[in-house]
């Protein structure tokens, strides 16, 4: 019965895990690398700030 519960858990986990694993591999790939331009057209706020940060492109978005 032990076994049963904790093989569970596993399986409910398992996409979670396989998510996380996933996303990494997309975003360490160079597969659409072209698309590493930021979002806002590294427009600025008036206290010189980026709108959406430094780090938020559309490959970013595209991978979620």
């Known amino acids: 019965m032990q076994l049963t519960l904790v093989l569970g858990m596993y399986v409910t986990l398992l996409p979670v895990i396989l ?27 008036s206290d010189n700030r980026r709108l959406f940060g430094d780090n938020k492109t559309w490959k970013g978005f595209w991978g979620w």
């Open 19 to 45: 998510a996380g694993v996933l996303n990494m591999v997309f975003v360490k790939s160079t597969f659409l690398n072209g698309m590493k331009h930021s979002m806002d057209g590294k427009r600025l706020l």
